[in-house]
Antibody
């Protein structure tokens, strides 16, 4: 069974750096074709694609956020970490991590439950 | 930046067919994907590579493409299909974007 779970702070202050961890099971990020991505969703608003890291360590970032995002993997721990610098209150959102499998193209096949992050002083 | 446009809302009676469109300039060249998101839940993949259904997704969900527009069709709509639906696609650089989302209301 494949599962993903997001963890991190529920509250960050404006200008601070957000660090989120995705801990997964049931697959390995050393398997060719596998990737893990991050998506966020402000309350009542649409999904926003943030970044993906692949088994090969290839990384893709949202062009509008690229300067503020870093995605890394720790394969021995089955974890993917996303850092986002200089957080703003408008970035209050639920942050999801999700599995990418090459057979499905760039689709997010399985999602975590999401973690709510509030940006406020 | 690349954008995918969806109608904000679609209303449909039970048993009827709902069609949700998603338009984007790069869609003729890139695969598209569809997700369903029920209130308070994480999205679920409905369609991948334009028209493929993952295992476990009911056959009443189907995807099609025509030029710069892709369409998610829900045949024989059920009350449980009331949810938000999002399309997703990728641009030539390999980065993805989600559509603006469509709220489906079952009357």
């Amino acid at each position: 069974q494949i599962t993903l779970k997001e963890s991190g702070p529920t509250l960050v202050k404006p200008t601070q750096t957000l660090t989120l961890t995705c801990t997964f099971s049931g697959f390995s990020l050393t398997t060719p074709g596998v990737g893990v991505g991050w998506i966020r969703q402000p309350p009542g608003k649409a999904l926003e694609w943030l970044a993906v890291i692949y088994w090969s360590d290839d990384k893709r970032y949202s062009p509008s956020l690229k300067s503020r995002l870093t995605i890394t993997k720790e394969t021995s721990k089955n974890q993917v970490v996303l850092t986002m610098t200089n957080m703003d209150p408008v970035e209050t959102a639920t942050y999801y991590c999700a599995l990418v499998i090459a057979e499905s193209g760039d689709a997010f096949d399985i999602w975590g439950q999401g973690t709510m992050v509030t940006v406020s002083s | 930046s690349y954008e995918l446009a969806q109608p904000p809302s679609v209303s449909v009676s039970p048993g009827q067919t709902a069609r949700i469109t998603c338009s984007g300039d790069a869609l003729p060249m890139q695969f598209a994907y569809w997700y369903q998101q029920r209130p308070g839940q994480a999205p679920v993949l409905l369609i991948y590579k334009d028209s493929e259904r993952p295992s476990g997704i009911p056959e009443r969900f189907s995807g099609s493409t025509s030029g710069t527009i892709i369409t998610l069709t829900i045949s024989g709509v059920q009350a449980e299909d009331e949810a938000d639906y999002y399309c997703q696609s990728t641009d030539s650089s390999g980065t993805s974007v989600f559509g603006t989302g469509t709220k489906v209301t079952v009357l």
